[in-house]
């Protein structure tokens, strides 16, 4: 080999060795400073108080919600007896022979399921005179109306629908004119 071959092979890799990167002192010592894992824990224990506190909101409101569905279904069960009881009222009202006594105790206790049963959420939803709503009412059937005024709106109510926290638990009955 000649000599010019020679010292031109060794400025090869000579200029390969140079070509090679040198690694940045800069980019692999970077230790983060003191302010900047201040920031960093401090931003991490903001988000995880925010996480508790959403947490501690979303399971009151859940608990929240399992009580009143709880009642829901006792609720729903004593309807058909606050139904009986309102006709039995009607019928004892019409007739002459029951001592006022005994309508008045009768009425009592009504009262007191009443009170009790609103205390816990339960309201009746108006019906007669409204304007057919299919979110409230369920048509039982139709009758024709009278004046131009009165169509779509509900003539008579066969049995009450009721809102617990407002949401229908029970859709009113009723008879629409149409």
């Known amino acids: 080999m000649s000599k010019h071959k020679e010292k031109e092979q060794i400025e090869e890799i000579e200029n ?6 040198v690694a940045d002192k800069e980019t692999e010592d970077k230790e983060p400073t003191l302010e ?3 920031t960093e824990m401090s931003d991490k224990y903001l988000r995880l108080y925010s996480d508790f506190e959403n947490f501690r909101k979303r399971t009151n409101k859940e608990r929240l919600d399992l009580i009143q569905s709880a009642s829901e279904s006792v609720i729903k069960d004593l309807l058909p007896v606050v139904d009986d009881y309102e006709r039995a009222l009607n ?3 019409k007739r002459e022979d029951v001592p006022a006594e005994t309508k008045e105790g009768l009425l009592l206790i009504y009262n007191k399921i009443i009170n009790t049963l609103t205390q816990r ?3 009746p939803i108006a019906a007669v005179g409204e ?3 299919e979110n409230l009412h369920e048509a039982i059937t139709q009758f024709p109306a009278q004046e131009e005024k009165q169509k779509g709106i509900v003539i008579d109510e066969i049995a009450k629908g009721y809102y617990l926290y407002d949401k229908v638990i029970r859709y009113s009955k009723v008879v629409v004119a149409v």
């Open 16 to 21: 390969q060795t140079e070509e090679q990167p």
């Open 36 to 38: 900047e894992r201040y």
């Open 91 to 93: 019928d004892i009202d």
């Open 121 to 123: 959420g339960l309201k």
């Open 131 to 133: 304007k057919f709503d």
